[in-house]
Nanobody, 121 residues
Framework: QVQLVESGGGLVQAGGSLRLSCAAS????????MGWFRQAPGKEREFVAG????????NYADSVKGRFTISRVNAKNTGYLQMNSLKPEDTAVYYC??????????????WGQGTQVTVSS
């Protein structure tokens, strides 16, 4: 089992920045790819960004490419999502997940409880 806890969400004005963290415990975090997903009210959970276990490869949803950066430090069992130039449409609950390097949620075995990000216009 891997337990994941997100932090760093909050309220920010459009154009601002936030950095989300995902702290892992339990089984070795470094054994898994990590992904960030988000879910807005009334919408399905969507892929935001993913990173391989060794940080060699990353991928991003088109909607966040060039604005968000995913990273991880396995020695600290922590992953990050740096979000810049935030837009109101980025408002959602953000989840980190551990599993396979893939944009589909069902490929990830472990999930955090989520952290709310609200971007005001």
């Amino acid at each position: 089992q891997v337990q994941l806890v997100e932090s760093g969400g909050g309220l920010v004005q459009a154009g601002g920045s936030l950095r989300l963290s995902c702290a892992a415990s339990g089984r070795t975090f470094g054994d898994y790819a990590m992904g960030w997903f988000r879910q807005a009210p009334g919408k399905e959970r969507e892929f935001v960004a993913g990173i391989t276990w060794n940080s060699i490869s990353t991928n991003y949803a088109d909607s966040v490419k060039g604005r968000f950066t995913i990273s991880r430090v396995n020695a600290k069992n922590t992953g990050y999502l740096q979000m810049n130039s935030l837009k109101p449409e980025d408002t959602a609950v953000y989840y980190c997940a551990a599993g396979s390097y893939h944009p589909y949620p069902d490929r990830y075995q472990y999930w955090g409880q989520g952290t709310q990000v609200t971007v005001s216009s």
